[in-house]
């Protein structure tokens, strides 16, 4: 196992920014660590790299404990944190040979090259870190983030902030790392997790609602969600509340998209509701929910 987190627990004044949440990622795996803003990603993420401890449960890199062990757990981790901090007045090279340095790396030379092929830097390898750009200061933070050759890649929100090319870039240089050290990242966007692996653990308000393979979640997503297009704008309070629906929504044009357990039934209820109050229905339609629709009612839920 590569990275265990065990009941884990950081209580802020009386807010539980990560609520007891377990889970591993196995070696070799590429893990999507996915969640909305505030969902508890970056807390989890520093106290699995050691920078913050936890109010209570256990988190493991490589077996070992990172409260107990903590230089021994570093060792095996490369962390890219939220906030990339870099030295500005410092070169490229300069501060990877730094990075090294701080490893206690021997041979620091071919170390810093070889990090500046794999990352893509070598065109702007000879400037300072301060003339680069948001795509090429990512790059030099996850060159310091690989230069020990970690097990364990951590990278929180890798591509946030960066135009689409440079996303591309990025997540082809997080593709290339997972196919031989294990790689937990975090991100708030669900095509960004989609792009990167196949698996996908979900936080929200410190809780893992899914932790499961892509294409599962793809599979909960089984035909209940039920669209109908009225003609005329229809009251509120007519269509909010149907015993068969879960959830419903509706937008300007007169859409209303209802989620439910019970697409048949739903439907039924939609057409007697319809004859009653004379409405006009355009289109009625049963189809499968997106997996963003999975995402958005995961971490909508107990709003
Ligand atoms: P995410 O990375 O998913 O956006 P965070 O882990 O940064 O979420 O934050 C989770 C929750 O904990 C948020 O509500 C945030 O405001 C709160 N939080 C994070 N750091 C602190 C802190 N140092 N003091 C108080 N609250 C914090």
């Given at each position: 196992m590569s990275i265990e987190v065990?009941?884990?627990?950081?209580?802020y004044g009386d807010q539980k920014a990560v609520n007891n949440i377990s889970f591993k990622v196995n070696k070799g795996e590429i893990v999507g660590f996915l969640g909305p803003n505030g969902a508890g990603k970056s807390t989890t993420m520093k106290i699995i790299t050691g920078y913050l401890e936890q109010t209570g449960?256990?988190?493991?890199?490589?077996?070992?404990?990172?409260?107990?062990?903590?230089?021994?757990?570093?060792?095996?981790?490369?962390?890219?944190?939220?906030?990339?901090?870099?030295?500005?007045?410092?070169?490229?090279?300069?501060?990877?040979?730094?990075?090294?340095?701080?490893?206690?790396?021997?041979n620091k030379k071919t170390k810093v090259e070889e990090v500046i092929a794999l990352t893509g830097l070598t065109v702007e390898s000879k400037k300072k870190i301060g003339q680069l750009s948001k795509g090429y200061k990512q790059r030099v933070g996850l060159a310091a983030a690989l230069i020990h050759d970690?097990?364990?890649?951590?990278l929180d929100e890798p591509t946030s902030g960066l135009d689409p090319n440079q996303i591309i870039e990025i997540r082809d240089v997080i593709k290339n790392q997972g196919l031989n050290?294990?790689?937990?990242?975090?991100?708030?966007?669900?095509?960004?997790?989609?792009?990167?692996?196949d698996r996908v653990i979900i936080i929200n308000k410190g809780e893992i609602v899914a932790d499961d393979k892509l294409s599962n979640l793809r599979n909960r997503s089984s035909s209940n969600v039920v669209k109908v297009?009225?003609?005329?704008?229809?009251?509120?309070n007519l269509l909010q509340n149907l015993s068969e629906a879960t959830s419903a929504r509706s937008d300007?044009?007169?859409?209303?998209?209802?989620?439910?357990?019970?697409?048949?039934?739903?439907?039924?209820?939609?057409?007697?509701?319809?004859?009653?109050h004379?409405?006009?229905?355009?289109?009625?339609?049963?189809e499968s929910k997106s997996l963003e629709d999975v995402f958005r009612s995961l971490t909508q839920k107990a709003e």
């Open positions: 065990k009941n884990l627990l950081k209580v449960g256990s988190a493991y890199v490589c077996g070992q404990n990172i409260s107990e062990n903590p230089l021994e757990a570093k060792k095996k981790i490369g962390y890219l944190a939220e906030l990339n901090a870099l030295y500005y007045e410092m070169y490229v090279r300069e501060y990877l040979r730094f990075i090294t340095e701080l490893h206690g790396i021997r970690p097990e364990v890649l951590i050290k294990t790689v937990l990242f975090s991100s708030h966007i669900l095509q960004e997790v989609e792009a990167i692996c297009n009225f003609k005329e704008p229809v009251d509120n300007e044009a007169n859409n209303w998209l209802f989620e439910t357990d019970n697409p048949e039934q739903l439907r039924k209820q939609i057409l007697e509701l319809s004859l009653q004379n409405l006009n229905i355009v289109s009625l339609q049963s």
